[in-house]
């Protein structure tokens, strides 16, 4: 498998997932021109994407989908809320209901707590070897954390650092949006669930979504190695994503 996260935070978020069958998007919120030059600098042809994943409904995770379905003909996963709430009328997509196998992907679906109608977030399996996937979530559920424990590489929400945010220029009504069960995971929830996720089989780890300003890079690998720290762990090999700058493709 191999991952790469082609743009991530508060503009416009995308991945790219690779298995020996399949490559696939996680959402599309950049345009759709950004997202072919990234893919092609990573030496995968735009055309060749087979199906792109959608978390959530906002403008940030969508922004380019229109205009990458159309000219590449991909097919959409999302659910009908999603689709209710979009109002795409697209011909090739599926609708999802739950985990599902897609020749050498299965996919299993984690439900996300957001102020949208439906979101997911997503563990992506391939010959034995896994990614979690989840951004734009107050709260991750206790019973979905037996899924996300042990995989080989997670790219996880640290949307905001809360001091920034609660001394920023947000209206009230924002700051209490982002900090509510149906908001953003700050810093330090952030990287105290990886401490509960992670294993000594972790890879890697990608910090996402990083608000442009109620956050940082410093502020988010500070929360991150307090935390294992904390919970005397080792820290896995971690990375920030960008706004507008790829990160590494991790071969997993």
Avoid: W
């Amino acid at each position: 498998m191999k991952v790469c996260v082609l743009a991530s935070g508060s503009k416009g978020n995308c991945t790219y997932v690779e298995t020996a069958q399949t490559r696939s998007l996680i959402d599309i919120g950049v345009s759709a021109s950004y997202a072919e030059k990234a893919l092609r600098s990573i030496g995968v042809d735009p055309s060749s994407i087979q199906r792109i994943f959608l978390t959530h409904t906002h403008s940030d995770h969508t922004n380019g989908l229109r205009v990458f379905l159309k000219k590449h003909h991909p097919i959409l996963y999302f659910t009908e809320k999603m689709d209710n709430e979009l109002q795409l009328l697209v011909d090739d997509f599926v609708y999802i209901d739950g985990d599902m196998q897609i020749n050498d992907l299965e996919i299993k679906v984690i439900k996300t707590s957001h102020d949208v109608s439906d979101s997911n977030g997503y563990v992506f399996i391939s010959e034995g070897k896994s990614l979690m996937y989840m951004t734009d979530t107050g709260y991750i559920n206790v019973r979905n954390h037996g899924k996300l424990k042990d995989h080989d590489m997670y790219v996880l929400e640290s949307n905001h650092d809360i001091q920034m945010l609660m001394n920023g220029s947000y209206p009230h009504y924002l700051k209490q949006r982002i900090l509510g069960s149906k908001g953003h995971l700050s810093n330090k929830d952030c990287a105290y669930y990886l401490t509960e996720f992670t294993t000594d089989r972790t890879k890697k780890v990608i910090l996402a979504h990083l608000s442009e300003e109620n956050n940082c890079p410093e502020k988010a690998l500070e929360a991150y190695y307090l935390a294992y720290e904390k919970a005397h762990k080792k820290a896995p090999q971690v990375e920030v994503a960008k706004q507008k700058e790829r990160t590494e493709v991790v071969n997993l």
